[in-house]
C-alpha cells in the first residue's frame, strides 16, 4: 500500500517540477519580445535578421537569476527523492539521472555564453534543456553571418539538432 501513495508522490513531484520549468519558461518568453532567428539549415539567407528590442543589463541578470532559481528547485525536489529511504530504486535513478543531466545543461549553457561573449558581443544567456538550445545576444541586431557562428558554437557544445537553436538579440 505504501508503494501507491508513494508513486502518487513521484507524480506529484515530477508534476510540481514540470510547473516550475513550464513557469520558469512561460516568464522568459513573455520577457522576449524579440523575433526569434529560427536556424533551421547549415546556410541562412543572406537577409536572416532578428529585430532588436530596447532593453537593458537587466534583463540578463534578471533571466539568469530566474533560470538558474528554477533549475535550483528541480535540483532540490530530485535531492529529495534521493534522500528518503522509501524511494524505489527506479525513482533514485531517475532523481539521479535529472541531477547529472542539470548540471550537464548548466554547464552547456556557462560555455556557450563564454564563447559567445568571447567572439565580441557584450552578454548572451543560453537556455539548454530536453527540446533545444534558445539563446539571447546583446546586440543591436543579428546579421545571418552572427546567427550562424553563434550557431556552430550551440552545436559544438551540445550536438543538438541545427532546427532546434533559436536565437534573438535584445539592445
Known amino acids: 500500500m505504501k508503494n501507491v501513495n508513494f508513486k502518487g508522490k513521484q507524480i506529484l513531484l515530477i508534476g510540481l517540477m514540470l ?3 513550464a513557469a520558469g519558461y512561460y516568464r522568459w518568453t ?3 519580445s524579440d523575433e526569434a532567428v529560427t536556424v533551421t539549415s547549415d546556410t541562412l539567407p543572406a537577409d536572416a535578421e532578428a529585430s532588436p528590442a530596447a532593453t537593458d543589463d537587466s534583463y540578463f541578470v534578471t533571466a539568469r537569476r530566474d533560470r538558474d532559481s528554477a533549475r535550483d528547485k528541480s535540483v532540490e525536489m530530485w535531492n529529495d527523492i534521493l534522500r528518503k529511504d522509501e524511494s524505489s530504486p527506479e525513482a533514485r535513478n531517475e532523481a539521479q539521472s535529472k541531477i547529472s543531466q542539470s548540471a550537464e545543461d548548466t554547464e552547456s549553457e556557462n560555455r556557450i555564453e563564454s564563447l559567445v561573449r568571447s567572439k565580441g558581443y557584450e552578454d548572451c544567456i543560453a537556455f539548454v534543456d530536453e527540446n533545444g538550445v ?6 543591436d541586431g543579428l546579421t545571418a553571418s552572427d546567427a550562424a557562428q553563434i550557431k556552430d558554437i550551440i552545436v559544438a557544445q551540445t550536438g543538438v539538432a541545427v532546427s532546434n537553436i533559436k536565437i534573438s538579440s535584445k539592445k
Open 30 to 32: 513573455q520577457n522576449n
Open 134 to 139: 534558445s539563446a539571447v545576444v546583446k546586440s
Open 19 to 21: 510547473l516550475v520549468v
